[in-house]
């Protein structure tokens, strides 16, 4: 595992195959759901699966993967954020998502979390170090456009909406001049 990523309030750790009850837990709350879809996986086995299959495999990269918001002062899980090639979205070809050095970032939070400026803190870090790669030629984002919250964050990081495509707001951070 790397090193976590302490911030003022928050740590960022790899995820692992051991918390998998925590992600279910997160996604059995409808409300955490509601503007992301149906639960990705039925059960905690799945969960593992996901995470040993998909999400652990990008840690082999110095940046790039899922990460646990943990509170530094209670110890307390309160969500997830990400940074990974915005290729690898199930969306990637429906937005545009093809440049290789496009990174996309996500997150997702327990209510509890919600409206404390967390989500912007644990991303920012994040957005920070993959803006500082040469590589990366944007970090992109998306929120549903009823998402006030998830918009605001990726406001708040810098990204600007750049398109609409169905219910969805496209936003971006562009390296290039």
């Known amino acids: 595992m790397r090193d976590p990523i302490p911030t003022d309030r928050l740590i960022l750790r ?32 799945a969960y593992c699966d996901r995470t040993r299959d998909v999400y652990m495999p990008m840690q082999s990269h110095p940046w790039h993967g899922v990460r646990l918001v943990i509170d530094r002062a ?10 990974r090639p915005a290729t690898a979205s199930a969306s990637a070809h ?12 996500g997150y997702r939070y327990h209510r509890s979390a919600w409206g404390r400026g967390i989500a912007t803190e644990a991303a920012r870090p994040l957005v920070r170090i993959a803006l500082a790669d040469p590589a990366t030629t944007a970090v992109v984002g998306c929120a549903r456009v009823d998402n006030i919250g998830s918009i605001r964050v990726l406001q ?22």
């Open 94 to 105: 429906e937005f545009d998502w093809t440049d290789p050095g496009e990174i996309e970032v």
């Open 156 to 177: 708040k990081l810098g990204l600007q909406q750049v398109d609409t495509r169905g219910d969805v707001c496209l936003f971006r951070y562009s390296c290039l001049t």
């Open 14 to 45: 790899d995820i692992a195959e051991a918390d998998a009850d925590l992600l279910i837990e997160l996604d059995s709350d409808p409300e955490v759901m509601r503007y992301i879809g149906p639960r990705p996986a039925a059960d905690v086995a």
């Open 74 to 83: 209670s110890d307390q899980f309160l969500g997830w954020v990400f940074v």
